[in-house]
């Protein structure tokens, strides 16, 4: 009987791993223009690429231009975009009213080396949005930087080393834990604990020296590791643990500030101590933030002089007149019709998923996330398509390669973030998509 199970099993894999050669194959042909424009680069650049995330197989598309929920590929082709830019592309592509904002910043020149009239704007902007969280907030480059200094500022603050993290989170390119500790890493303590797993928390917990506890570090939803939301519970805990060991509680937000108005914290009801920010803030441009309680955030006041916080680009033109227009672009009725509209996204594919029978959960993940043959996850505008079983990467690429013949985009790994420019018919074209990638694969999807 096993014998027999583990034929089966050897012949599924084999049939998927044609049918995806296959799509390669055809993805080569389609795109030929994009293939000789990777292979240039890779005599440039380790493997073609300058970030890690954008590297697709077997090659990545190269775009040339995009416009509202568009991309337009170097072969001509046009892709209904589902990316949204991993979150930071929530305007579209060239929204009218941040390409005024720039062009009007522009007129008047850059680089100033002083400050400029944007940046207190944007500052006001950010701390009212994100109040009563938000007192006071300082500008960084990315997310990962504001991540960075939002963890020196609790080693600053507590005079303690450890940092309380946990797997599957990503907090920028160095500070990563997709399963275990990337290598590029920040050299800090680091606590590995276990997303949503109170049980294990806690006993991570209980074997700490006592004042040993700088920081907790968490994102209120998964986001690069899956879309997968906290708990009330467990995000609860983790704010009456760091006020207990008189640690700090620290919200990176850089892709979830984007899920309710004054971000996914407070409409849990949770109130770190510190929160980051980045992507979609800056206006689609290059942006990081991080701020909190007063008198955490006035140790970086330079006339106390007390910590320095430096960055040639933190106020550059650019972001702060770009952020300032996009702010006030995406205010609350806005902010909640788009992840409307993506609640109404997940219903339509979970409602194709039980049309095929895919979506009985066949397990709950180490998240504490009931998983199943195939399954969407995510709140609002982030959303996730996930396989389950020991193919599912395999899986994965053949439904990215069905959707982008179909002209859709989206990550090779299944994440989506919806742009404002997303419209419900846009949406029925992905489901009829979907639907007939699903159609045609069903059997593959079913034995692996």
């Known amino acids: 009987m ?60 190269i775009f040339k231009q995009g416009d509202g929920s568009s991309l337009t590929s170097l072969d001509g082709d046009t892709y209904l975009d589902f990316l ?8 579209g592509h060239n929204n009218p009213t941040i390409r005024v904002a720039i062009d009007e ?22 701390c009212q949005r994100f109040s009563p969280t938000m007192d006071l907030v300082r500008f960084t480059n990315s997310g990962t930087e504001a991540n960075m200094c939002a963890i020196a500022t609790a080693i600053a603050w507590t005079g303690r080393k450890k940092i309380l993290v946990f797997s599957h989170g990503y907090h920028g390119s160095t500070i990563s834990f997709h399963a275990v500790a990337d290598k590029m890493n920040l050299p800090h303590e680091w606590l590995m604990g276990t ?8 006993a991570l917990l209980k074997d700490l020296p006592p004042g040993s506890l700088a920081a907790i570090l968490v994102e209120p939803m998964l986001g690069s590791g899956g879309g997968i939301p906290g708990t009330e519970a467990f995000l609860y805990y983790l704010r009456h ?24 914290g407070h409409k849990l009801g949770v109130r770190p101590d510190l929160m980051t920010l980045g992507k979609w803030i800056g206006g689609g441009m290059t942006f990081g933030a991080f701020g ?16 320095n916080h430096a960055g040639t680009f933190n106020n550059n033109i650019v972001s702060m007149a770009a952020g300032c227009a996009g702010c006030e672009l995406l205010d609350e009725e806005r902010i909640n019709k788009l992840n409307t509209t993506g609640e109404f ?46 193919d599912k990467d395999l899986l994965l690429e053949l439904f990215y390669h069905h959707m982008l013949q179909e002209r859709i985009y989206l990550a090779q790994r299944g994440f989506m973030a919806l742009s404002i420019e997303i419209t419900n018919k846009d949406i029925e074209r992905f489901i009829i998509a979907m639907n007939g990638f699903i159609s045609k694969h069903k059997q593959l999807i079913e034995k692996s």
């Open 292 to 307: 909190g309680r007063r008198d955490i955030m006035e140790m970086f006041d330079p006339r106390s002089g007390k910590l």
């Open 195 to 202: 997303y949503n797993d109170l049980g294990r928390t806690i």
């Open 84 to 91: 949204g830019e991993y979150t930071a592309g929530i305007y």
């Open 2 to 61: 096993e014998h027999h199970s583990s034929n089966e099993s050897r012949k599924s894999h084999n049939a998927l791993e044609a049918a995806v050669a296959k799509a390669r194959t055809q993805y080569i042909l389609s795109n030929p223009k994009s293939s000789q424009a990777y292979s240039e680069s890779c005599q440039y650049m380790p493997g073609g690429n300058t970030r890690t995330v954008l590297h697709a197989r077997p090659f990545p598309l």
């Open 345 to 390: 996204f997940k219903k339509s594919i979970e409602e194709v998923l039980r049309h095929h029978g895919l979506c009985e959960p066949t397990k709950e993940t180490s998240r504490g996330q009931p998983s199943a043959k195939m399954w969407v996850s995510g709140i609002g505008s982030i959303l996730v398509i996930q396989f389950d079983g020991p």
């Open 241 to 264: 643990t760091a006020t207990h060991l008189g640690a700090l509680l620290i919200f990176d937000e850089v892709m979830t500030s984007r899920l309710s108005y004054r971000g996914l």
């Open 105 to 126: 910043a522009l007129n008047n020149g850059w680089n100033f080396g002083g400050t400029n009239i944007y940046e207190k704007t944007l500052a006001k902007l950010v």
